[in-house]
């Protein structure tokens, strides 16, 4: 090659750089640091593992005295929650500067599920054995009202301005809870095996899932009243409403599927395949990206909501059955609880037209048979 023949070759590969530095060609940005903590309960191991997001390791292991089955965070006061299965240290309380335990205290005969009321100092918790629904004051740390409910409780939820529960209940039916009054003013016959309860943003209506006759019951709350029933070709488990309230996702466990309910005229829209066993459900901020934890296929669905269509299947660990996002949807995070790990998926690596990069991110291990866990900012 001549002299000026390599100067102009050299002069082409310059500038192709220069285009390519300048215009990112199918590159991506990099993934920016979350500064903040996922705490990982591990119930095999009696332990929160504390997940610092700037470097994606374990920098703490809380132990707790008894086998943890929920995780609340409540940034407000620097704290989360963590229920367990009962006893003397049924509730602990993580102080979230210091990670560390700060307390722990009796909650319930046999502690099912807890709710932290939004803008309140109340968190509410449901009593399997007493069949009750209680609330804790989180400044006295005492009991602050309480409702018996008539039958062992399943799940429930809170109108956001926690004027009214709707709670699921092992008789087939729902409870609607008053709880400036804490009274139940309704108990409505929904069928066999409620579910998740999911109440609508604007509080009036709660969805509730009814896994033996494989539909969606629709509630009036403040009528105690049922208003629909919506059905499904698959049983359902998780539910969770978009970000903007207008549709809820429901995962249907048995057909692999996820169905989609209008929120406000109960219509259900063509359902979307997911993977096999498909469990809990999460939605971007942006109400663009849907994820679904496929427990059987050890896998992560995910869906591009307007378009109906599936971006990208994700191999995880084995069983995931729980997905977070981080709040600046950068990350998902999936709990394995057969594998004991976190999988951490990155949001900007899923396929958009032609790109396509690895979105498994890295591999955290957490403990024994992890089932929740809860993101909070430092």
């Excluded at 009321?117 to 509410?124: D, K, T």
């Excluded at 609607?176 to 579910?195: C, M, Y």
């Excluded at 990350?331 to 899923?350: E, F």
Aim: contains cysteine; charged residues 25%; aromatic residues 6%.
């Amino acid at each position: 090659m001549s002299k000026a023949g390599g100067k102009c070759a050299l002069g082409l590969a310059v500038a192709l750089a220069v285009i390519l530095a300048t215009s990112g060609g199918c590159r991506r940005p990099r993934g920016t640091a979350y500064e903040g903590y996922a705490f990982v309960a591990a119930a095999g191991s009696s332990s929160l593992a504390v997940v610092d997001l700037a470097s994606f390791s374990v920098v703490r292991q809380i132990r707790l005295h008894s086998r943890p089955a929920q995780v609340l965070s409540d940034p407000d006061r620097g704290a989360l929650y963590v229920m367990s299965e009962g006893g003397p240290a049924g509730l602990s309380v993580i102080d979230a500067a210091r990670l560390e335990l700060k307390r722990s205290m009796w909650l319930a005969e046999k502690p099912v599920r807890v709710r932290l009321a939004a803008g309140s100092q109340r968190l509410y918790a449901l009593d399997g054995k007493a069949q009750l629904l209680k609330a804790l004051d989180l400044e006295k740390m005492a009991v602050g009202g309480e409702v018996r409910l008539g039958a062992p409780p399943v799940d429930f939820d809170l109108s956001p301005d926690a004027r009214w529960a709707a709670v699921s209940l092992a008789s087939g039916e729902v409870a609607v809870v008053n709880l400036a009054e804490w009274k139940t003013t309704a108990a409505i016959r929904v069928g066999g095996e409620p579910g998740a309860v999911a109440v609508r943003f604007d509080g009036r209506q709660a969805f509730v899932a009814n896994r033996k006759d494989r539909n969606i019951a629709v509630i009036d709350l403040a009528a105690g009243r049922l208003l629909a029933y919506l059905p499904l070709d698959a049983r359902p488990e998780a539910l969770r409403f978009k970000p903007d309230g207008g549709e809820l996702f429901v995962s249907g466990g048995d057909a692999n599927v996820v169905v989609i309910v209008s929120a406000y005229r109960d219509e259900i829209d063509q359902p979307m395949l997911a993977g096999a066993e498909p469990r809990d459900i999460a939605i971007t901020r942006d109400n663009r990206l849907l994820f679904v934890a496929n427990s059987a296929a050890n896998t992560v669905t995910v869906m591009n909501i307007d378009e109906r269509r599936v971006l990208a299947s994700v191999p995880v660990g084995e069983e995931p059955h729980r997905v977070a996002l981080t709040p600046d949807d950068q990350y998902a995070l999936v709990l394995n609880r057969k594998s004991g790990d976190v999988a951490v998926i990155r949001t900007a690596a899923l396929p958009r037209g032609r790109d396509w990069l690895q979105p498994l991110f890295t591999m955290i291990p957490v403990g024994s048979e992890p089932v929740d866990l809860a993101i909070q900012p430092r």
